[in-house]
């Protein structure tokens, strides 16, 4: 994954973490191909042309992706423990969710998360599924500040372990029709508590499923 202007022709310097991934971990040298990718410009075939001590050369020779068209699916998630927490953005990445949002909730029992390490996961887990776009990631916010501003165009679907019909598939399937976008909201080990599931039921956007 590389940040800035990609086109045909142009040659890229390529230096600390990833250089050190390239070169120490995967054992790339000079003539070596890579592919190389952003959001904006889509993804190319390039060479290693150079490399020195540290950092290395590459030269874009050919486009073979355009930027892809991002599923507009959105994972709010109460964070857990350390290994879990990245569990979720990875597999969260890899199934295509365009925005990661970390919330707090009453029983959410990690408060803190480390923007830059979720940037680096899902930078990594495009990079292994060969997804050529980054999810965003929102900063770490308290459940009922995120849903008092929320945009109301965007439907939420939160667990709810209260609901107890089998009606599901049908309730998302109307509600999505006509939105095709939308938001995932997953709550921590302990469940949404009865207050908050009574502030979600209140919002009209905010759909519980089973």
């Known amino acids: 994954y590389m940040k800035g202007k990609l086109e045909v022709h142009k040659e890229i310097r390529i230096d600390s973490k990833q250089f050190h991934y390239l070169t120490n971990v995967m054992r790339r040298k000079r003539d070596d191909i890579l592919s190389i990718f952003n959001e904006i410009d889509g ?3 390039t060479k290693i042309i150079n490399v020195s001590k540290k950092n290395m050369i590459i030269k874009l020779l050919q486009k073979i992706k355009e930027p892809e068209k991002k599923v507009d699916i959105w994972v709010v998630f109460a964070p857990v423990k350390k290994n879990s927490t990245d569990l979720i953005v990875q597999k969260a990445t890899e199934l295509g969710a365009s925005c990661l949002i970390p919330v707090i909730t009453e029983r959410t029992i990690l408060r803190n998360i480390n923007a830059k390490r979720m940037k680096d996961i899902v930078i990594e887990a495009s990079e292994q599924c060969e997804r050529i776009t980054i999810p965003e990631i929102k900063p770490i916010q308290k459940l009922d500040d995120m849903i008092n501003s929320w945009n109301q165009s965007r439907k939420v679907f939160y667990g709810d372990e209260t609901v107890r019909n089998h009606k599901d598939k049908e309730v998302l399937k109307k509600k999505t029709l006509r939105h095709p976008s939308g938001a995932i909201l997953i709550g921590p080990e302990g469940g949404f508590s009865q207050n908050e ?14």
């Open 43 to 45: 993804e190319f075939i």
């Open 197 to 210: 599931i009574s502030f979600l039921k209140s919002k009209e956007f905010v759909i519980p499923i089973n």
